[in-house]
């Protein structure tokens, strides 16, 4: 997986989280200014009808022409449609409908609320239809009965003022910013050094012990760098060990006179020293890490090969056979001795046989 893959992996989340944080505060901003807007609405309509009422109990809640006239008036300059209501709901007077258009209005919750405590408002469908009013109610008094409501069609909200947007796009700005260098830390801390990590790693599986980590990134990542450059020097001081240790059984193994073959588990060859390969008529780079069975030759060592690899032979258990190799135009007899390695391998060797020019054993 790439960097980017990763950096996009890590950096999405937060980038998602930060954006819904905007667009959250963005629409609670919008919200507030919606009910501030709301609310300064129906202070306005309250007092509205407050002083309207006034203006009826200072003629003794009596309703006749030059009451409504002068509470037209008041309405009118301060442009807000006014209904009053008796005490049975029926409008009596409505300073923008027909009174003939006009339900009772005892069931609405500005009347009802200011029937009980003398003050009432809503925010509800009204006339004219489809759209949305603000209704303010106000008790003229008890004995009466009489409720002075005023309303107006819903405002928009406030538009935000230079302030609030220089702070919401501050806002986004400081969120592109955080997110940028969040990214780049994550980049240069964290994702560069585990993927310089991951590629050590491949080269040591592949047997290049000879790699190195530079460490970087957190203190975390640099202590493990360094385990793992100690962990690579070790084992490339074990393989050069182990190479020297081949060599020298190698140099001994071809010192024998006898012919010996060595294979793995999976029954591929990897040791065959000069005799053996003399025998064989092969080098020893042609037949390393191939099968066993394919450069023998002789039915005979096939055979003991197979008695061996059967699973009949436990390791360590010789197995001897006799096979015969024409020489000078004479068959000859010799020995062959093989067994199962510890590891599952197999060793053969065949003693007596000296191609160098050595008599075989009668």
């Known amino acids: 997986m790439s960097n980017r893959s990763y950096l ?61 006239e002068r509470t037209d008036t008041e309405a009118k300059i301060r442009n807000v449609r006014l209904s009053i209501i008796d005490r049975t709901g029926r409008v009596i007077y409505d300073s923008h409908f027909p009174l003939d258009q006009m339900d009772l209005q005892n069931d ?23 759209t949305t009013q603000v209704y303010a109610a106000v008790l003229v008094d008890d004995k009466s009965g009489l409720i002075i409501r005023t309303n107006r069609a819903e405002q928009a909200p406030l538009e935000m ?7 919401l796009v501050g806002s986004v700005l400081s969120s592109i910013l955080i997110v940028s ?11 560069a050094p585990v993927q310089r990590l991951a590629l050590a790693a491949e080269q040591m599986v592949a047997g290049q012990w000879e790699t190195r980590v530079s460490p970087a ?6 202590e493990f760098s360094n385990r793992m450059n100690f962990l690579a020097e070790q084992a490339q001081k074990h393989v050069d060990e182990l190479a020297h240790q081949r060599t020298d059984l190698e140099s001994l193994v071809d010192s024998l006179p006898d012919p010996i073959l060595l294979a793995d588990p999976q029954q591929r060859v990897i040791l065959l020293n000069q005799p053996a390969a003399r025998f064989l008529s092969i080098t020893p780079k042609q ?20 008695h061996v690899t059967g699973g009949q032979v436990k390791p360590g258990q010789p197995v ?30 065949l003693p007596g046989y000296h191609p160098s020019g050595f008599k075989p054993s009668r």
């Open 181 to 191: 260098v969040l990214a780049a830390t994550l980049h240069r801390r964290w994702i």
């Open 108 to 130: 609405r919750p500005e009347v009802i609320q200011a029937r009980r405590d003398g003050r009432g408002w809503s925010v509800r469908e009204g006339l004219p239809p489809g």
């Open 217 to 222: 990134g957190v203190i975390e990542l640099r």
């Open 161 to 167: 003022s230079a302030t609030t947007v220089a702070l």
């Open 8 to 68: 996009l992996r890590l950096i999405i989340p937060f980038a998602v989280l930060i954006v819904a944080v905007v667009g959250l505060s963005g629409w609670l901003i919008y919200r507030a200014g919606q009910t501030a807007t709301q609310k300064h609405q129906i202070e306005l309509l309250l007092n509205d009808a407050d002083i309207l009422a006034r203006t009826i109990r200072e003629d003794g809640s009596q309703i006749h022409d030059a009451v409504i």
């Open 287 to 306: 037949v390393i890490g191939a099968k066993m069975i394919s450069i023998l030759g002789d039915p005979s060592l096939i055979d003991i090969y197979e």
């Open 320 to 349: 001897v056979r006799e096979f015969r190799v024409m020489r000078q135009a004479q068959r000859q007899i010799y020995q062959a001795v093989a067994t199962r390695t510890p590891s599952g391998g197999v060793l053969l060797v």
